[in-house]
């Protein structure tokens, strides 16, 4: 079945600095790349997406880009706030409409 | 436009009780997941529903465990005979088409 891997698992920044999280795949027929960001206790929130005819996309201090040669993309935060801590999933779909979530990336953001 | 909604919210049953789970769709949806969330863990896909259609139940127990959505009302997720490794959070999501999946507050399920 498909592997999704995320790193790093945890990740504490200063507000002000930038935070990325690298996710791995290994179903080369995914064609649609989301990032979910999930508050504890709260429901995850699709904050950024791509599809794989581009390789990069942007909205406002988030951004995501897409190596589809290599199997991976990436979440990018810029200019981080303390709003932004929570745990992001990367959740390549698989063939069919799935979604396969990897482990998480527990964002901290120090003031 | 009221987002994915999902009832009740919080659950608890005795072990060998049944656990039914609702999820009503955002308006103009017509595709509904359903996932689990172990705590500290990721979301793990169980069932892909269109109305009236499984889709894909790869990621569902093949007993206890089945799932509904029909011409009317809320799709349904049902556990028969809960244990005690069946407390989770249970997700569905909802999607006009492929793609974009928005997802309700959950149910916690906790079985005693």
């Known amino acids: 079945g498909e592997n999704v891997e995320q790193h790093p698992s945890t990740l504490s920044v200063q507000e002000g600095d930038s935070a990325v999280i690298k996710c791995t795949y290994s179903?080369?027929?995914?064609?649609?790349f989301p990032w979910y960001k999930q508050e504890l206790g709260k429901r995850p929130q699709l904050i950024i997406d791509?599809?794989?005819?581009?390789g990069e996309k942007k909205d406002q201090r988030i951004a995501v880009t897409l190596n589809k040669t290599a199997k991976h993309f990436s979440l990018h935060i810029t200019e981080t706030q303390p709003e932004d801590s929570a745990v992001y999933f990367c959740?390549?779909?698989?063939?069919?409409?799935?979604?396969?979530f990897g482990q998480g990336t527990e964002l901290s953001v120090k003031p | 436009n009221a987002g994915v909604m999902q009832n009740p919210r919080h659950l608890v049953r005795r072990r060998g009780q049944e656990a039914r789970l609702r999820c009503s769709p955002m308006?103009?949806?017509?595709?509904v997941y359903w996932y689990r969330q172990l705590p500290e863990e990721g979301l793990k896909f169980m069932v892909y529903?269109?109305?009236?259609?499984?889709?894909?139940e790869s990621g569902m127990p093949k007993e206890r465990f089945s799932a509904e959505f029909p011409k009317e009302g809320p799709s349904i997720l049902r556990i028969q005979q809960v244990v005690r490794g069946d407390s989770a959070a249970y997700f569905c999501?909802?999607?006009?088409?492929?793609?974009?999946?928005?997802f309700g507050p959950g149910t916690r399920l906790t079985v005693t």
């Open positions: 999501a909802s999607s006009p088409a492929e793609y974009e999946q928005y």
């Open positions: 179903d080369s027929a995914s064609n649609y």
């Open positions: 791509i599809r794989s005819n581009v």
């Open positions: 959740a390549p779909e698989n063939q069919g409409g799935k979604l396969i």
């Open positions: 308006k103009g949806h017509s595709h």
């Open positions: 529903l269109q109305k009236e259609n499984i889709i894909d």
